[in-house]
């Protein structure tokens, strides 16, 4: 928590905040503690995504990830405690070794009961060459292409009778919330981190593996980070040089 709350303060002395900002954070509910959510509100964090994947327990034995539900209820709970309530995300992935329909549709139903304000349904890329720890997954256990779409559409439906509203290919909202809203509106934007309520000029990727768009230019810090670390030590021993 005393790093979490140093950094956003280098941060947020960078730039001035709208007042009423989103301000959201990426969690991992198998490490993210009660005093990590009471830094994070007390810095004004408003919007919180935790990763769900999948909650069949031989799926997670498959990829690796063991998550109990209990672990995300208690923080999503935990949460809504502290003032993300209406700002809470969970994020699903289709095309995982192992999934099955009826149990995929179990995982999306538990997320329809945790109250979830969006759910996002990401597509599983398999791609040992980029992510070297993808090779230690059974092959003859992912789904075939039209079974990847069947639980796809099986969790949509889950959601959709359940009352929340498409938006796009892959994500969900209540009727109530923002993105929803800007759906009806037209005014919802895509840039490449995802959908968003508003257009943004320029994007600005700060840390480790972080992705920026300037002017109309991409930008990605070094995903490694031992290369990340070098990099940071070349520019500052270049900065005092120069000063």
């Known amino acids: 928590p005393e790093q979490i709350t140093d950094l956003f303060q280098h941060f947020a002395s960078l730039f001035q905040f709208e007042p009423g900002a989103e301000i959201s ?4 509910p198998r490490v993210t503690t009660v005093a990590h959510l009471e830094a994070l509100s007390a810095l004004g964090f408003n919007r919180l995504s935790a990763g769900v994947q999948d909650l069949d327990p031989e799926v997670q034995q498959l990829i690796g990830r063991v998550q109990p539900l209990e672990n995300t ?7 809504r405690r502290l003032g993300f309530d209406g700002g809470i995300n969970l994020d699903l992935i289709h095309g995982l070794p ?4 009826d149990n995929f549709s179990e995982t999306a139903r538990a997320v329809v009961a945790l109250g979830a304000d969006r759910v996002a349904i990401y597509s599983f890329a398999y791609v040992p060459w980029l992510k070297g720890h993808q090779r230690a997954l059974p092959t003859d256990r992912l789904p075939a292409r039209e079974q990847k779409l069947a639980l796809l559409m099986a969790a949509r439906r889950v959601l959709l009778d359940a009352g929340y509203v498409a938006i796009g290919m892959d994500h969900f909202a209540k009727p109530g919330d923002e993105l929803a809203l800007a759906l009806k509106q037209g005014t919802l934007h895509r840039n490449f981190m995802g959908y968003t309520t508003r257009r943004a000029g320029d994007l600005v990727g700060l840390g480790v593996s972080a992705i920026g768009s300037v002017s109309g230019s991409f930008a990605q810090s070094h995903k490694k980070l031992s290369r990340y670390y070098a990099a940071l030590e070349r520019f500052f021993s270049n900065k005092v040089g120069t000063d």
């Open 98 to 101: 192992g999934q099955q329909l």
């Open 25 to 28: 954070v990426e969690v991992d």
């Open 73 to 79: 209820a208690e923080l999503v709970a935990a949460a």
